[in-house]
């Protein structure tokens, strides 16, 4: 095990931001998890002695406590004093002298899960375990900065004092989550015991996941009390573009509403032995060809053994990732091959540049070391991209998604062109990619909805750092709709600026309450949002593509004041410092606690987070 110290290289700050910090050189680093647990021989003072030992270490120290001021959420500020070995045995100093200000419990310990270099610093993160078994959404995450402690993001659980015994055996937890499911012969590919608080109450739980269904497509978590036999929670994990709304009629001329999504599957099977095959690299040589827009894109391929060109590359640094893009050939999946070099396949060339275009954004803001290796690519060694799927042969599909390990593009039906011709649509799949391995938020209310509205913000910040003519507006390129009732206008499937839609003079689009689930707008406050009892399909999830217009909104107004490069700074940061329960007020403490972070306590980016929530509902 090592550790690395970031190098500092200073850049101009933008938009004249008070107290910006110089942004270090970008490094990676994969730490073994290893467990530390705090040594109990000292008797832990309470948690008011702790805070007034380090406002007397540090006066300016700033701390945000929560909702019932028994737990400090963030803390932050010269957090150390004395010099260790190492940046785990600081962190583990720190908790260990502060144990009851931060909620840590005497059974539970910490699990480092994930460092990550990142523009301020070095951060480690921890998972918590409680008698031995995962707390999910219960994660401790230290920022250092020159081998100082600086920052503390605490979303530990407390009161989790239930016995680790379950009382609901395996075998009934599988009866009842296939009962649940209502699917004949359907067993779970993994299933393990956790402690989960969900919606204010803590369960010890069995968490069963299920291989990918088709018709309907899916992948399903379930979610079972391992006391009760209640289940707690249903999740559907797959990651689509468009909410789905198979069960009502639609009329072009009105409104954009988006058909069946498409089939979850597992591509490990399929992919790999093509991958495989094609792994010889004789010559990394440069192409060229046609996107959908008709302009010609020139792009790295590979030259194999047999003289052929195929639509493959390994490309960047730490890591060097190999970028492949398949067709979906009548239900085979099939490497793109060319015999001169010159690709005729519009929509196998977007699909394959834009991939590698929204990494690159990537790189520019850390490293991703700390997220690829946890995420669906490392299981097939690559970002893979597959253009053409069809759920029935012959009939196109009106969406994209993240499966798990690839991105998937339908050529569109009804109201969209191939949407692999969207720069918003593949960013927002791959975006998907790093919140799974980040942050892993469950597919279900608040947090499912953080989840979309991430992969929204990140599309938006990085089409207005590449200078697109309408950042504001989702998949707009690649909607069939240009025009409604005769009334000329740029259509969307989202806008970040209006998730309501209320600007637009036809007003079928405007977001109205009673009809969630089948409209096009977004609630654009909390007065608004959708609220469920239990997460379903004919839900969305529990409105996890309609509540995220709530999220989308502030992101834009933040965008607004800050311009694009410090807002992305802000939210690239905040997605590691969330849990997987994280709620809406969450992704505010979060974002304000990574303005404080970048650019000081008393900076115009964190009046303008506090602003933008406040003006969504979310205080």
């Known amino acids: 095990m090592f550790i690395l110290v970031p190098t500092l290289k200073p850049v101009g700050s933008p938009r004249m931001l008070k107290n910006?910090?110089?942004?270090?050189?970008?490094?990676?680093?994969?730490?073994?998890?290893s467990i530390f647990c705090a040594n109990f021989s000292t008797a832990t003072a309470d948690a008011s002695s702790e805070l007034q030992q380090l406002v007397h270490q540090d006066p300016k120290l700033q701390i945000t406590w929560n909702d019932t001021h028994t737990q400090a959420n963030y803390l932050s500020g010269q957090l150390s004093t004395i010099q260790h070995k190492s940046t785990q045995q600081l962190v583990a100093a720190f908790?260990?002298?502060?144990?009851?200000?931060l909620g840590l419990e005497f059974a539970s310990s910490l699990v480092l899960k994930q460092s990550a270099v990142i523009p301020n610093g070095q951060l480690l993160s921890y998972q918590q375990m409680y008698n031995g078994?995962?707390?999910?959404?219960?994660?401790?995450?230290?920022r250092l900065q020159h081998s100082q402690l600086r920052t503390i993001a605490?979303?530990?659980?407390?009161?989790?004092?239930?016995?680790?015994?379950?009382?609901?055996?395996?075998?009934?937890?599988?009866?009842?989550?296939?009962?649940?499911?209502?699917?004949?012969?359907?067993?779970?590919?993994?299933?393990?015991?956790?402690?989960?608080?969900?919606?204010?109450?803590?369960?010890?739980?069995?968490?069963?996941?299920?291989?990918?269904?088709?018709?309907?497509?899916?992948?399903?978590?379930?979610?079972?009390?391992?006391?009760?036999?209640?289940?707690?929670?249903?999740?559907n994990r797959m990651s689509g573009f468009a909410k789905p709304q198979p069960n009502f009629q639609v009329e072009l001329a009105k409104a954009f509403k988006p058909s069946t999504l498409p089939a979850f599957f597992s591509l490990k099977a399929d992919l790999s032995p093509l991958t495989d095959s094609d792994s010889e690299t004789v010559e990394l040589v440069i192409g060229e060809g046609q996107g959908l827009d008709g302009k010609l894109r020139k792009f790295k391929t590979t030259r194999n053994s047999e003289g052929v060109y195929v639509l493959?590359?390994?490309?960047?640094?730490?890591?060097?990732?190999?970028?492949?893009?398949?067709?979906?050939?009548?239900?085979?999946y099939r490497l793109f091959r060319d015999a001169d070099n010159v690709w005729q396949d519009p929509s196998a060339v977007d699909a394959y540049t834009k991939a590698i275009t929204t990494l690159n954004l990537y790189r520019r803001l850390g490293s991703m070391d700390a997220w690829y290796a946890d995420s669906g690519f490392a299981l097939v060694?690559?970002?893979?991209?597959?253009?053409?799927?069809q759920e029935e042969i012959g009939k196109g599909v009106d969406n994209a998604f993240w499966s798990g390990q690839a991105m998937l593009y339908g050529d569109g039906d009804q109201f969209f062109s191939p949407?692999?011709?969207?720069?918003?649509?593949?960013?927002?799949?791959?975006?998907?990619?790093?919140?799974?391995?980040?942050?892993?938020?469950?597919?279900?209310?608040?947090?499912?909805?953080?989840?979309?509205s991430w992969s929204d913000v990140m599309s938006m910040l990085f089409s207005l750092k590449k200078g697109d003519a309408h950042p504001y507006l989702l998949a707009e390129t690649v909607m069939k709709i240009k025009n409604t009732a005769g009334k000329e206008g740029y259509y969307a499937l989202r806008r970040m600026d209006d998730p309501s839609f209320r600007s637009d003079e036809y007003t079928y689009n405007n977001y109205k309450l009673e009809t969630a689930l089948t409209g096009w707008g977004q609630p654009a406050h909390t007065n608004e949002q959708l609220r469920v009892r239990r997460c379903m399909a004919e839900?969305?999830?529990?409105?996890?593509?309609?509540?995220?217009?709530?999220?989308?909104?502030?992101?834009?107004?933040?965008?607004?004041?800050?311009?694009?490069?410090?807002?992305?700074?802000?939210?690239?940061q905040a997605l590691f410092y969330l849990s997987s329960t994280a709620s809406f007020k969450d992704v505010r403490s979060a974002l304000k606690q990574v303005a404080v972070d970048l650019y000081g306590a008393d900076s115009i980016a964190v009046m303008s987070v506090k602003q933008a929530f406040n003006t969504v509902g979310i205080r």
């Open 419 to 452: 949407l692999a011709g969207s720069f918003d649509v593949v960013a927002h799949e791959l975006t998907h990619a790093v919140s799974e391995a980040t942050t892993n938020l469950i597919y279900c209310n608040e947090p499912g909805a953080i989840n979309e």
């Open 95 to 101: 908790i260990q002298k502060n144990r009851s200000l």
């Open 133 to 142: 078994l995962e707390v999910v959404g219960g994660k401790l995450v230290a």
């Open 154 to 235: 605490n979303q530990l659980v407390t009161d989790l004092n239930i016995s680790p015994l379950p009382q609901v055996e395996k075998t009934t937890a599988i009866q009842l989550a296939t009962q649940t499911l209502e699917i004949a012969n359907l067993k779970p590919e993994k299933i393990d015991l956790v402690y989960l608080n969900w919606e204010e109450t803590a369960h010890l739980a069995w968490r069963l996941r299920f291989p990918p269904q088709t018709h309907p497509s899916a992948q399903y978590q379930v979610w079972v009390d391992a006391h009760s036999g209640e289940v707690i929670l249903t999740e």
């Open 20 to 33: 910006i910090s110089a942004r270090p050189q970008l490094h990676s680093l994969w730490l073994i998890a």
């Open 312 to 332: 493959r590359s390994h490309q960047g640094k730490h890591p060097q990732l190999k970028y492949a893009t398949y067709d979906f050939a009548r239900g085979n």
């Open 381 to 389: 060694d690559g970002i893979l991209s597959v253009v053409h799927y």
């Open 539 to 572: 839900n969305d999830m529990g409105g996890v593509h309609i509540n995220s217009g709530i999220l989308n909104r502030a992101a834009y107004l933040i965008s607004q004041d800050l311009g694009a490069e410090v807002t992305t700074n802000l939210y690239y």
